[in-house]
């Protein structure tokens, strides 16, 4: 059975950080690609970044600059580290792996 676990997300002020974990199981991760996407209320689920099994990444241009993705196939866990937190990021985050998703975490972000 596959797993993607998350971990908890949370509550921080504006200009805050977080620094989101997902770890897969039960399923190879060092050819997967990794993404995280979040949905705000009232809003569609989009992507936030994604870096592939060769280390590329991409970041939706709300996120340049402020967000990091990263990965350690050692350890099958993909990060997101989020700093110069915003409200408008206040959303529930997905974690993606090799098309298997995470059940999702709540950040918000407060003023």
């Known amino acids: 059975q596959v797993l993607v676990k998350e971990s908890e997300g949370g509550s921080v002020q504006a200009g805050g950080s977080l620094k989101l974990s997902c770890a897969i199981s039960g399923r190879f991760f060092g050819n997967c690609a990794a993404g995280w996407y979040r949905q705000a209320p009232a809003k569609e689920r989009e992507l936030v970044s994604q870096i592939t099994s060769a280390g590329t990444i991409t970041y939706a241009d709300s996120a340049k600059g402020r967000f990091t993705i990263s990965r350690d196939n050692a350890k099958n866990t993909a990060y997101l580290q989020m700093n110069s937190l915003k409200t408008e990021d206040t959303a529930v985050y997905y974690c993606?792996?090799?098309?298997?998703w995470g059940q999702g975490t709540q950040v918000t972000v407060s003023s």
């Open positions: 993606v792996i090799c098309g298997y």
